[in-house]
C-alpha cells in the first residue's frame, strides 16, 4: 500500500528520464563529431602553436611563445595582415555601398526584378577557384579584355583628336602597386549579389507607412533615405558588414588562383593570412608556426564577431 | 447616391494609378543602371564561354569572336585531363555530404528544439561556439589526423569535416521552433516514438529549411578548395576546384584550355542555380536576414 504512490512517482520521473536518454542516444555521433572534429582541433591548433613540429608527438619541443614573437617580427607575416586588412577595408565598403544603391534600384523596378537579382547573385555561387582564372586571363597583360579595351580605347580618342583622354595599358595582377585593388574588384564582382539579396530583403521588411509617415512630414528623398531607410536597415547592415569581413579575413581560394604561377605576388602584394598560413604549413612544413598564424587569424575573428553581437543587440526602435 | 459613390471610387483608382505612375523617369533611370551593372556582372561568363570556343592561335588575336566555333577544347580538357574523375569525386564527395548534413542537422536541430533534457543549453552554446573558428585554424590538425589515421587520399578525408556544420544545427533548430507544440503532444498520445516523431511529425514540416541547408551544403561542398587541396594529394582523388587549379596552373598559357575548363566548372553550377534560383535566393534571405 504504501509502494503503490511511490511507483507511481518513480514512473512519472522515468518519463522524463526517458526524454533526455532519447535525446542523448540521439545527440551520440553528433556530439563525437563535434567534440574530435571541431573543438579538439581548435585546441589542437593553440597546442601546435607551442611546440616544434614533427610527425612523432614524443619528439617535438615545447617553445612556448616563440612562434608568436616569430610573427610578430616577421615582415612577410606583417604583409599578409596588412594585405588581408586591405582587403577588407576596399571590399567591405564598396560591396555594401554598391548592393545597397542595386538594391534600392531593384525596388524601384517592377518587371524583371527576379532576373536583375538572380544575374547579380550568379557569381556568389560559382566556384571561385574558376571565377579566379576566368579573371586572371581578363586582367593578362598581353592578351587580356581589359588591356585590349585599353587599347581600343587610345586608338578612339586619338581618332577624335582627344588623346588627353587615353588610358596606359595597365600591368594588373604583375604590378604591386595594382595587384591588390585588382583582386578586390573579383572579390566584390563575386560577392556583391550577396548584399543585394539581403539588403533587398531588408528593404521590402521595411513597411511602407514609415515612407509615408516621413513624406507627408515633408522629408526629401535623402531625408528618407537616411533617417528611415538606413536606420531600420541597421540590423541588416552590421550582419552583412561582418560577414563581408570575416570573408575578407579568409580569402584564399581567389589569391591562390589569379596569380597561380607566383601565388600571393607579386612582391607579395596580395598574399593573404590564410595563403601565408597554407604556405608555411603545406610547402615549408612549419605546422607550429603555421598555426600561430591561424590562432591569430582566429583571435582577429573572434573580437569582430564579439563586436557583431554587441551592436546588433542595440536595437532601433520607432 | 449611387453615380457618387461610383464617381468617388473612380477618382481613387485615378490617384492610385498616378502614384504608382508618379516615379516614371526614376525607373527608367533604374532600369538603365540595372541593365548596364547586369552587363558587366555576365561579362566574365560570356568572356570565359567565347574564350573556350577559339583555338591556341585565336585566343590571343584581338578577335572579339571566334571565327570557327570549335568544341575542340572541351574534347581536349575531357580527354587529356582527369576531368571525369574530378566531377565523379566531386559528386560522390557533394551528395554523401549533403546526406549526412541533412540528417544529421536536422536530427540535432530537432532535439536542441523540441526535447527536453539537462545539458540541453550547454550543448547548444558549444555547437554554437563552433561557428566562430575559421576553417584555416582547423585544417592543420584535421592534416595530422588524417596522416596518422590514413585519411589521406581517401573519400573519407575529404568528407569529414563537414559532416555536421553547426551552421546547419542552428537553422534547423529556428525551423523547428515554430511549430506547434500540440502536434507532438498529439503524436506522443498516439504512441509515436520519439524517432518517429522526429522522422514523421517534425521532418515533413520543415521543408523549405531542409531544402535551402541542402542546396547550400551541396554547393558549398562543390565548390570547396582548401581542405580537398591539402587532402587530395593524389591525382585520382582530386575534386573539380583542385582538378582545374593544378591542371590550369600547368597549361601556362593554353588560355583556351583554361577558360574550356573552367565553364566546364562553373556551368553545372550555373544550370543548378537557373533551375533553383527562388529556392536559392530565398534561402540566402532566410539564413542570412532572419539566421
Known sequence: ?318 | MLGESRRLRRGLEESVRTYRRRPNGWTILAYVLLTLGALLMVFPFAWMLVSSFKDAREVLSPAILPSQWTFANYVEVLTRTAFPRWFMNSMIVAVLNTASVLFFCALVGYVLARMRFPGKQVIFIAILSTLMVPTEMLVIPWFVMSAQFGWIDTYWGLLFPGLIPGFGVFLMRQFFQTLPRDLFDAGRIDGVSEFGLFLRIGLPLVGPGLAALGIFAFIGNWNAFLWPLIVAQSASMRTVPVGIALFSGEAGSAWHLIMATSALAIIPVLVVFIIFQRQIIEGVVLTGVKG
Do not use: C
Open chain 1, 1 to 318: 500500500m504504501i509502494r503503490e504512490p511511490r511507483a507511481k512517482r518513480s514512473s512519472r520521473l522515468s518519463l522524463t528520464q526517458r526524454e533526455a536518454i532519447y535525446a542523448y542516444v540521439f545527440l551520440l555521433v553528433p556530439l563525437v563529431f563535434f567534440a574530435t572534429i571541431r573543438f579538439y582541433p581548435a585546441l589542437q591548433s593553440f597546442r601546435l602553436s607551442l611546440f616544434t613540429w614533427h610527425v612523432d608527438p614524443a619528439r617535438r619541443t615545447f617553445v612556448g611563445a616563440q612562434y608568436y614573437q616569430d610573427l610578430l617580427s616577421n615582415p612577410v607575416f606583417h604583409q599578409a595582415l596588412t594585405n588581408t586588412l586591405l582587403y577588407a577595408a576596399i571590399t567591405v565598403p564598396v560591396s555594401i555601398a554598391l548592393g545597397l544603391g542595386i538594391a534600392i534600384l531593384l525596388q524601384a523596378v517592377t518587371v524583371g526584378r527576379g532576373w536583375y537579382r538572380a544575374i547579380y547573385f550568379a557569381p556568389y555561387i560559382t566556384p571561385a577557384v574558376a571565377i579566379a582564372w576566368v579573371w586572371g586571363w581578363m586582367y593578362n597583360v598581353n592578351f587580356g579584355i581589359f588591356n585590349r579595351i585599353i587599347i581600343e580605347w587610345w586608338d578612339f580618342v586619338e581618332g577624335i583628336g582627344l588623346p588627353w583622354l587615353a588610358i596606359d595599358p595597365q600591368r594588373f595582377l604583375r604590378d604591386p602597386e595594382v595587384a591588390l585593388p585588382a583582386v578586390a574588384v573579383v572579390i566584390i564582382w563575386q560577392q556583391l549579389g550577396f548584399q543585394v539579396v539581403i539588403f533587398l530583403a531588408g528593404l521590402q521588411g521595411i513597411p511602407r507607412v514609415f515612407y509615408e509617415a516621413a513624406r507627408i512630414d515633408g522629408a526629401n528623398p535623402w531625408q528618407l533615405f537616411r533617417h528611415v531607410t538606413i536606420p531600420l536597415l541597421n540590423p541588416v547592415l552590421v550582419f552583412a558588414v561582418v560577414i563581408t569581413t570575416i570573408n575578407a579575413l579568409q580569402l584564399f581560394d581567389q589569391i591562390v588562383n589569379i596569380n597561380f604561377t607566383d601565388q600571393g605576388g607579386p612582391l607579395g602584394r596580395t598574399l593573404s593570412i590564410a595563403l601565408y598560413m597554407y604556405q608555411e604549413a603545406f610547402s615549408r612544413a612549419r605546422l607550429g608556426y603555421a598555426a600561430a598564424v591561424t590562432v591569430v587569424l582566429f583571435l582577429i575573428i573572434l573580437v569582430i564577431t564579439l563586436v557583431q553581437l554587441r551592436l546588433t543587440q542595440r536595437r532601433v526602435e520607432y
